[in-house]
């Protein structure tokens, strides 16, 4: 009997423990995507403030979908982009401008190591 107790407390402490771990997560995402469609990692002005969003497990994969960093983040200061294609554009690149659907690097170095190819010349 006292053995079937334990285990019963023991089973309800685990249960309770990972429903807060999941509302821990689900309420705190490192990345909201909010219904304006920019991505807000925890560093944003906005963060807290952003109640509608899908939720991203980083700003990569919020960029990815579709969203926009915030005007006011480093994010705008691309020196190399990787198209939807895999392909890595510096400016020197004739499709840097072109290319509007990107994942954002600080150099040609990080864009390869990340999967990326160069272009063609």
Do not use: W
Not at 2 to 12: C, E, N, P, Q, Y
Not at 15 to 42: M, Y
Request: a positive charge; proline letters at 4%; one cysteine or more.
């Amino acid at each position: 009997m006292k053995t079937r107790l334990t285990l019963t407390l023991i089973a309800s402490c685990l249960t309770l423990l990972s429903a807060s771990a999941v509302l821990a997560q689900a309420a705190d995402p490192a990345v909201k995507k909010s219904e304006a469609g920019i991505c807000h990692d925890k560093s944003s002005t906005s963060y807290g403030t952003t109640k509608k969003f899908e939720t991203f497990p980083n700003m990569e994969a919020c960029l990815k979908s579709g969203g926009r960093a915030p005007a006011n983040t480093a994010v705008a200061e691309v020196v190399v982009k990787k198209s939807d294609s895999g392909i890595c554009h510096d400016k020197s690149s004739a499709s840097y401008e072109k290319t509007q659907k990107f994942t954002p690097f600080k150099s040609l170095d990080e864009c390869v190591k990340s999967g990326g190819t160069l272009p063609k010349k």
